[in-house]
C-alpha cells in the first residue's frame, strides 16, 4: 500500500475511572516492554483480551475511543473535530505511539512529528538549542541534517535571543512556537498537529497554518486537530468527525463540518453543573447559564437583536470559604467557533470578592449587536489570575431579528456578525 500513509482499524481505548496512574519504569522494565510490544500489538489485531484478573466493572471504564476505522493517504491534509472528550487527542496520541490501543491496530507508515501539547516532548531543563537536537534525534535525524534546518526553526519560532536559555523559563507562547517549529521543520514523513490554534497571536496561527499547507504541498499527510472549523475548512481536504469515541461521518469537509456545526446547535442534556469536559483549578464553578431579553425579562435561550440583554451565569464556590480577585468571561462564537467578541469583567476592571458560596454573574449588555443566528457562548471564571473554570459550547444562544435598522434590513452573507448603529451624511 505504497499510497497508504496511516491504516486505522477497529481502533479502541479504553481507560479505568479512578484508578492510580502508572508508576515509572525502570530501564529493565522499559527494555522488556518494548521486547514484547510486538506481542501486545498482535493481539491486539487478534482482538484477545488476558483472562488473569478479575475484569472491571462497566460503570469503572469510559471508552475513549470506540471501533474507529479510516485510512489516510500520502499527501492529504485531515481535520479531526468534535466536541471536547470526543476522542481526538486520544487518537493523534495513539498514532503517535504515546499511548496503546486497548483493542485493534493503527499503522503509521512514516517518521511521525507531533506537537499534541505545548511543549511535548521537550526536557524543561534543556535549552532551547539543546530541544531542537534532542528532538532530532528522536527523529532519526542525523546532526548534520539538523545543523541544516537549525536557523530555520529559531527563525520561524523568532526566540533567537532565548535559544541558549532553559525552556522552562520560556513563556506559553515561547514554548509553543518553539514546538511547533520543531515539529513541522525536521522533515517528519507524516505531521500531527493538535489544538495549535488555541494559543498564540493571530500573526503566528497565520504562519503555522501557512507551515502546515507546504508541508502538505510536499506530500507529507497533515492530521490536524481543531475547534476552529474556518481553519479546518481552508486547510483540509477532509474531516474525521468524532463524538462519543465514535467516527460520526469522515468524508469531504464542507459536508462533515456543516453536519458538526448542527449538531452543536442542538442543546446539550446535560447540566452544566455535571459537565465533565471544563478545565481549570475548579475552586468556583459553572452551575447554570440563563439569559433574559428586553424590558419585559422574557427568560430562555433567545434574545433579539438591539434590545437590552443580560446573561446571568451561576455560580458555586467548591474549594474554600470566600474567594476574592474573581473575574468571568463569556466568549461569543459562531458556529464554526470563530469569535466573535469577548465580554472579560477585567476589561472594565470589574473583579468580584468576598462572593457567597452560591450566587450569579450578572452581565448587561445595553443593545444586543449580534445579527440573526445561533452563537456559542464559553464561560470563563478566573481567580487571582489562575483559571478557575473553563467551559466551551456552555450555552447556544439564538438570536432573533428585531428592527434594529430604520429600514428594517439585516446584514447577511459575507456582510458581517456585528450590527453597528452609524449615521451618514454628505458635505
Known sequence: MPDIAIKVESLSKKYQIG????????????????VTSPFRRLRSRLGSRSALGSLPSADTTVWALKDVSFEIKQGEVIGIIGRNGAGKSTLLKILSRITEPTEGYADVYGRVGSLLEVGTGFHSELSG???????GAILGMRK??????????????????FI????KHYSTGMYLRLAFAVAAHLEPEILLVDEVLAVGDAAFQKKCLGKMGDVAKEGRPVLFVSHNMGAVENLCNKVVYLSNGRVVNFSESKNVISQYVNDLSEPSTVALSLRSDRIGSGRIKTTGIEVRSGNNNNRGKVARVGEFTVIEVDYEVIKGDKCNNVTIAIDIDDMTHTRIATLWSKFNNENFSNLDKKGKFVCEIPELFLRTGSYLLNVYIEVNGVMSDYIRNAFVLSVEYGKYYESGLEPV?????????????SQ
Open 19 to 34: 484508578t492510580r496512574q502508572e508508576s515509572y519504569k525502570t530501564l529493565r522494565e522499559s527494555i522488556m516492554s518494548g
Open 129 to 135: 538549542r539543546e530541544n531542537i537536537y534532542l528532538n
Open 144 to 161: 548534520a541534517e539538523i545543523d541544516r534546518k537549525f536557523d530555520e526553526i529559531v527563525s520561524f519560532a523568532e526566540v533567537e535571543k
Open 164 to 167: 541558549d536559555t532553559p525552556v
Open 413 to 425: 452573507g459575507g456582510q458581517g456578525y456585528i450590527l453597528q448603529k452609524f449615521h451618514w451624511k
